[in-house]
Every structure is written in structure tokens, then in C-alpha cells.
């Protein structure tokens, strides 16, 4: 069966210091994967996202994402969070030629001062 | 350019009552796709529709849901006779002719809650 973990429902991190979420995924076919975020009251909006090439991929707002299939793992980082950071972020996977992408839970990132 | 427009924000209904969710895609888009959060979940599938066609809706319960996107307005998710289960966030997706998932573009969301 197709799915998408996030393992951390909260990660509180301090402004200036550095960002990991989790996302593990199990997916029968080549992936396709996506990290958006939803600040509060706005639209879920794509960070980055990989079909394939380069398992490092750069994203806005200064987020980037390595892909490990030996991991099954699609991992997000910021070296340095602001606090415009704090959202939810949703891990997502989809396949070639398919419209639908499966979600996970999401994780939610409080920033401190 | 504005994006996809969702509303209400916020909906409020007892038990019983009819929901109706609306949905604008961006302009030029001609593809449609809703999706369900449920409390402590990921969003899921619901229905992906284009103009006066309903694509896919194997996402959709079979009773009580149904989706249009009409010639002319948005796209309207509509919920009969809601129940507390119903209560969740419904987002909208739109996406260009062709671009599958590469290129989708979501709102943000209409929060349903049954009293």
C-alpha cells in the first residue's frame, strides 16, 4: 500500500537555528515528491519538489530536500530558520502521469525567539 | 495573478444540513481537484474534475458527496444531510491542461465543522 510518514506532529526550534522534518514514504512505482507549506490562513504552497536527477534539490525560502531511496526518506532543511518559518509542512508523493499525490499528516514548526 | 480562491473560509452546519463548498481555480487552469484533511491526517484524494466533467471520484464516500465544475463558475463541493464526521478541511487544487501533479496550485481551504 501507498503512503507518506511524517514521523514529528511538532518540532519547536529556535529563530537562527537549523531544521530537519522527517518524511518516509512507500511507494510502489517511482516517486514523485513534493514539500509544501501552509502558513496560517494561506493556501498550501509548493517549497520544492523531485522527479529526478539531482537528489538534492533547492526550494524557495531557502529550504532544500535530499532524496534517499535507499532510505525511502525525502527530508526537508533549512541551516537557519526565521520566524516566518513557523507552519505546518506537508510531505507529499506522487507517481508519472498521475494526477493524485498522497499526503502526510504534516508536521507543525513553532519558532522560538 | 490571483490564486485559487476558496469559500467560504469557515462553515459552520447542524447536523442534517446541506454544505456547500466553492472553489475558483486560477486563471487558465482548467483542471479541478479536491481534496479532504481529516483531524490529525494527510489530505486525501476526493474528485478531480474538468469543465462539465467529472474525471475521477474514486476518492469520494459514495453517499451524500457529490462535485460539479460547471461551464460558467466555480466548482462546488457539495455535502447532504452533514454529519460530525464531515467536519474536516477541504482543499481545492487547480492545475493547466496536462500538467498532472507537476503543477498543481491549491487554496486555502474551507474548514467544515458539524455541530
Redesign the interface.
Known sequence: AQSVTQPDIHITVSEGASLELRCNYSYGATPYLFWYVQSPGQGLQLLLKYFSGDTLVQGIKGFEAEFKRSQSSFNLRKPSVHWSDAAEYFCAVGTLNDYKLSFGAGTTVTVRA | NA??M?NP?HLVRRRGQEARLRCSPMKGHS?V?W?R?LP??????MV?LQKENII?ES?MPKERFSAEFPKEGPSILRIQQVVRGDSAAY?C?S?PLGT???K??????TQLSVL
Open positions: 490564486g485559487v476558496q473560509r483542471h481537484y481534496y484533511q490529525e491526517e494527510g489530505l486525501k484524494f478531480y475521477d476518492g482543499f487544487a492545475s498532472g501533479n507537476e498543481l496550485f491549491f487554496g486555502s481551504g
